[in-house]
């Protein structure tokens, strides 16, 4: 909208993060912006009274030095991994895209974009954490890109880039770096890692073009994830959340059928299945504030503080589709969450 | 209830004045202080005098009286500043505010796409009229304390800051004469009234899903069918999705009998949402 001013028309930088190699790269890629000093990122992003879809229509950058923890335990909400060393990390809070069913409108009161400019840090919280597993025989997991797109931005800051040169050769460890963008090519020239999992998260094209409008739609995505898969990277492919429109059935079996005549399935990690999903308290924040989306105005059940499709319903929607996915994919490359 | 209402704030009447001229305002006589309308427009003006004593019953008493879904402050008056950053008569829009007296600075949403330059604010307790050498921001004596009082109220991207720079910290309050402040305003009421303009489309991007008429709609049949409290908050929110897959279509007219029971009712109620999901 030309009434708004344009993304990142300002940078608000924390004084503790003046200096790093991130904060110059952003103060040079966006050089016509108004950049403004501040205390603390909380002072911007923490303010009561913010309205997160209005500040989503022109995203300001926060640049700021992150405290501990630098790594947190990785949510119930995430499918089972078959290792308890699952972990996610917060290199940025926030993303340029703006699904609908994204649980960050719930979670911060700001729709502005901050990233932390101290990698090194974040990094050594994990060498921490693989030297210390839970269970040594299995491996650890981390999620980097869980509260934002990290690879969506590749193009702005090059964190995916440095996230997979830090991980690479690290024994047990994995990186997962979940993303709905169509910028693969932006690492291409990287070598393949065994300790780094892209994954696609995708959704049939009329779900893209209602819930997630402001992400590449489904043709780009797949395009981005057969090329890594020619490229021989590791590709999961999440499923998720699976919303159960009027005609899901028809709409995800139409899909699936047509996405794996695309893409080899034997060539995928693994997917992930689970219906839409979000924790209570941050679905009722949303939809307090009248999101203009059909999402948070329908039915759903509470199942230990959790927003969620009724079991019935969602089980059956998660084994017919499983039994879809059966016929391109072994069993056990199929993580669902059934609760 | 109006749809939108937008209201300059201003301390000294020589601010005020040419607003009310180019708005055609009239004075509302209910308040005790300068409080200045234009219902047509959705635009008031409300006075508040020099400094922060009056600010926050002003702002609380005029807030309280509107009947409107949707407004918007802005805060538009004179501001000093240094010599060699700030020329007379240049107008700023104002990205953050500090309180002299407050550890935490204060940042309105900058989201207007306004050609106004920008500039931060330093909100003083007394007239600085030795240079001001201290302050590398524009000064003034109002602004923290109505980000304060409006951001109790309302949504930080519906407070915006205008400043005029009208000295530059060097004359006492005897240089200050009516007519050449009212003069630096009306230089700069297009460039004001473009921001202004525009300022009033951020405000239309947050407004409810549900319009009076659909909320009479709602109340009306709380009331026909006995709703409980539950079952009204489950109709408010199958009317919300109805109308967001149809934007102009209208409630369905329901044609039933009030309920007799409690099962009655659920039933009758079972039925409402069931039409509103068809």
Same mark, same amino acid.
């Given at each position: 909208m030309h009434n708004l001013k344009p993304k990142f028309s300002h940078i608000y930088v924390e004084k503790d993060a003046i200096g790093y190699p991130l904060t110059d790269i952003a103060l040079s890629k966006f050089h016509r912006s108004t950049v403004l000093e501040i205390d603390h990122y909380k002072d911007i992003f923490n303010r009561p009274g913010q309205n997160f879809q209005i500040q989503k229509s022109s995203m300001k950058l926060i640049l700021a030095k992150k405290k501990e923890p630098y790594i947190y335990p990785a949510s119930e909400m995430v499918q089972d991994y078959d290792t308890p060393n699952v972990y996610y990390n917060t290199p940025i809070l926030n993303c340029l895209y703006n699904c609908d069913y994204c649980y960050l409108q719930g979670m911060y009161d700001s729709g502005n974009l901050v990233v932390f400019v101290n990698e090194d840090d974040m990094m050594d919280a994990i060498d921490n954490k693989v030297s210390n597993p839970i269970d040594p025989s299995k491996p650890t997991i981390i999620s980097i890109s869980y509260n934002t797109d990290l690879l969506a931005m590749e193009n702005l800051f090059p964190l995916a880039r440095r996230w997979i040169n830090y991980i690479n *050769? +690290? *024994?047990n460890a994995a990186i997962e770096i979940r993303t709905k963008s169509s910028l693969f090519h932006a690492i291409k020239d990287i070598k393949p890692s065994d300790n780094v999992i892209l994954s696609w998260t995708l959704s049939p094209e009329t779900i893209c073009a209602k819930y997630e409008s402001t992400a590449p739609p489904l043709n780009k995505r797949v395009e981005a994830l057969k090329n890594a898969l020619d490229s021989g990277w590791q590709v999961r492919i999440c499923f998720d959340p699976i919303i159960l429109i009027d005609d899901w059935f028809e709409t995800y079996s139409e899909f699936l059928n047509k996405l794996f005549q695309e893409v080899d399935g034997s060539g995928i990690r693994d997917v992930t299945l689970g219906v839409f999903r979000m924790n209570k308290d941050y679905f009722n924040k949303i939809r307090k504030r009248d999101p203009r989306s059909d999402i948070f105005f329908s039915d759903y059940s509470i199942e230990n503080n959790i927003i969620v499709v009724d079991n019935e319903k969602r089980i059956t929607a998660i084994d017919k589709l499983e039994n879809i996915l059966l016929k391109f994919l072994s069993k056990d490359k199929i993580l669902t969450w059934k609760y | 209830m109006t749809d939108q209402m937008q209201c300059i704030i201003t301390a000294l009447k020589a601010e005020s004045d040419p607003f009310i001229h180019h708005l055609e305002l009239r004075r509302d006589p209910t308040f005790n202080f300068p409080c200045f309308r234009n219902d047509d427009l959705g635009i008031a003006l409300v006075g508040v005098g020099?400094? +922060? +004593?009056?600010i926050r019953s002003r702002i609380n008493d005029f807030f309280r009286s509107v009947d409107s879904n949707s407004i918007q402050f802005i805060n538009v008056g004179i501001a000093g500043g240094r010599k060699n950053s700030a020329r007379l008569g240049e107008l700023f829009l104002i990205n953050k505010i500090i309180d002299e007296l407050k550890s935490k600075p204060y940042y309105p949403d900058v989201l207007t796409n306004s050609p106004i330059k920008e500039n931060s604010l330093t909100t003083v307790k007394k007239q600085i009229v030795d240079g001001g050498e201290q302050y590398d921001t524009l000064v003034d004596m109002e602004a923290s304390e109505i980000f304060d009082v409006c951001s109790t109220f309302i949504s930080v991207h519906n407070i915006a800051f205008l400043k005029i720079v =009208?000295?530059?910290? %060097? @004359? *006492? %309050? !005897? !240089?200050?004469?009516h007519e050449s402040i009212r003069s630096l305003i009306i230089k700069r009421m297009d460039q004001i009234m473009d921001f202004i303009e525009k300022f009033k489309l951020i405000g239309q991007? =947050? *407004?409810? @899903?549900? =319009?009076d008429i659909d909320m009479d709609w709602i109340e009306l049949n709380r009331e026909k069918y006995l709703l409980t409290e539950t079952q009204v908050n489950q109709l408010l929110n199958s009317a919300k999705r109805f109308r967001l897959k149809n934007s102009s279509a209208l409630f369905p007219q329901l044609d039933i009998k009030g309920p007799t029971s409690k099962t009655d009712r659920k039933k009758i109620f079972q039925d409402i949402r069931a039409q509103l999901k068809a």
């Amino acid at each position: 909208m030309h009434n708004l001013k344009p993304k990142f028309s300002h940078i608000y930088v924390e004084k503790d993060a003046i200096g790093y190699p991130l904060t110059d790269i952003a103060l040079s890629k966006f050089h016509r912006s108004t950049v403004l000093e501040i205390d603390h990122y909380k002072d911007i992003f923490n303010r009561p009274g913010q309205n997160f879809q209005i500040q989503k229509s022109s995203m300001k950058l926060i640049l700021a030095k992150k405290k501990e923890p630098y790594i947190y335990p990785a949510s119930e909400m995430v499918q089972d991994y078959d290792t308890p060393n699952v972990y996610y990390n917060t290199p940025i809070l926030n993303c340029l895209y703006n699904c609908d069913y994204c649980y960050l409108q719930g979670m911060y009161d700001s729709g502005n974009l901050v990233v932390f400019v101290n990698e090194d840090d974040m990094m050594d919280a994990i060498d921490n954490k693989v030297s210390n597993p839970i269970d040594p025989s299995k491996p650890t997991i981390i999620s980097i890109s869980y509260n934002t797109d990290l690879l969506a931005m590749e193009n702005l800051f090059p964190l995916a880039r440095r996230w997979i040169n830090y991980i690479n *050769g +690290k *024994g047990n460890a994995a990186i997962e770096i979940r993303t709905k963008s169509s910028l693969f090519h932006a690492i291409k020239d990287i070598k393949p890692s065994d300790n780094v999992i892209l994954s696609w998260t995708l959704s049939p094209e009329t779900i893209c073009a209602k819930y997630e409008s402001t992400a590449p739609p489904l043709n780009k995505r797949v395009e981005a994830l057969k090329n890594a898969l020619d490229s021989g990277w590791q590709v999961r492919i999440c499923f998720d959340p699976i919303i159960l429109i009027d005609d899901w059935f028809e709409t995800y079996s139409e899909f699936l059928n047509k996405l794996f005549q695309e893409v080899d399935g034997s060539g995928i990690r693994d997917v992930t299945l689970g219906v839409f999903r979000m924790n209570k308290d941050y679905f009722n924040k949303i939809r307090k504030r009248d999101p203009r989306s059909d999402i948070f105005f329908s039915d759903y059940s509470i199942e230990n503080n959790i927003i969620v499709v009724d079991n019935e319903k969602r089980i059956t929607a998660i084994d017919k589709l499983e039994n879809i996915l059966l016929k391109f994919l072994s069993k056990d490359k199929i993580l669902t969450w059934k609760y | 209830m109006t749809d939108q209402m937008q209201c300059i704030i201003t301390a000294l009447k020589a601010e005020s004045d040419p607003f009310i001229h180019h708005l055609e305002l009239r004075r509302d006589p209910t308040f005790n202080f300068p409080c200045f309308r234009n219902d047509d427009l959705g635009i008031a003006l409300v006075g508040v005098g020099v400094g +922060k +004593k009056n600010i926050r019953s002003r702002i609380n008493d005029f807030f309280r009286s509107v009947d409107s879904n949707s407004i918007q402050f802005i805060n538009v008056g004179i501001a000093g500043g240094r010599k060699n950053s700030a020329r007379l008569g240049e107008l700023f829009l104002i990205n953050k505010i500090i309180d002299e007296l407050k550890s935490k600075p204060y940042y309105p949403d900058v989201l207007t796409n306004s050609p106004i330059k920008e500039n931060s604010l330093t909100t003083v307790k007394k007239q600085i009229v030795d240079g001001g050498e201290q302050y590398d921001t524009l000064v003034d004596m109002e602004a923290s304390e109505i980000f304060d009082v409006c951001s109790t109220f309302i949504s930080v991207h519906n407070i915006a800051f205008l400043k005029i720079v =009208s000295d530059h910290m %060097d @004359i *006492g %309050d !005897n !240089n200050f004469d009516h007519e050449s402040i009212r003069s630096l305003i009306i230089k700069r009421m297009d460039q004001i009234m473009d921001f202004i303009e525009k300022f009033k489309l951020i405000g239309q991007l =947050s *407004g409810p @899903i549900l =319009s009076d008429i659909d909320m009479d709609w709602i109340e009306l049949n709380r009331e026909k069918y006995l709703l409980t409290e539950t079952q009204v908050n489950q109709l408010l929110n199958s009317a919300k999705r109805f109308r967001l897959k149809n934007s102009s279509a209208l409630f369905p007219q329901l044609d039933i009998k009030g309920p007799t029971s409690k099962t009655d009712r659920k039933k009758i109620f079972q039925d409402i949402r069931a039409q509103l999901k068809a």
